[in-house]
């Protein structure tokens, strides 16, 4: 995903951190943010792939430290490549 966050990104609520237990297992299936919610997954340990589900086949592998931005109603879901630390 290419698209910008907006200019005056806030974050405005944090979830986590999860690990591979305690991730809500509806991140792992399709979902999306809401109209104008921007997400920020920030990888603490392990790895993990952003899976985009808009037809593009594209995702992201993403190596501990790293951190990825989500855009608004685009579904996508993780795929967790064993133990990980994250935060949304």
Request: aromatic fraction near 6%; charge should be negative.
């Amino acid at each position: 995903m290419a698209e910008p966050v907006p200019e005056g990104f806030v974050l405005v609520r944090e979830i986590g951190p999860f690990d591979a237990t305690t991730l809500p297992r509806g991140l792992l299936s399709q979902h999306r943010l809401k109209p104008g919610r921007w997400g920020w997954l920030r990888l603490r340990e392990g790895q993990v792939r952003l899976v985009w589900e808009d037809g593009s086949g594209d995702g992201v592998d993403l190596v501990a430290p790293a951190s990825a931005m989500i855009p608004p109603e685009v579904p996508h879901h993780l795929e967790l490549r064993g133990d990980v630390r994250l935060d949304l």
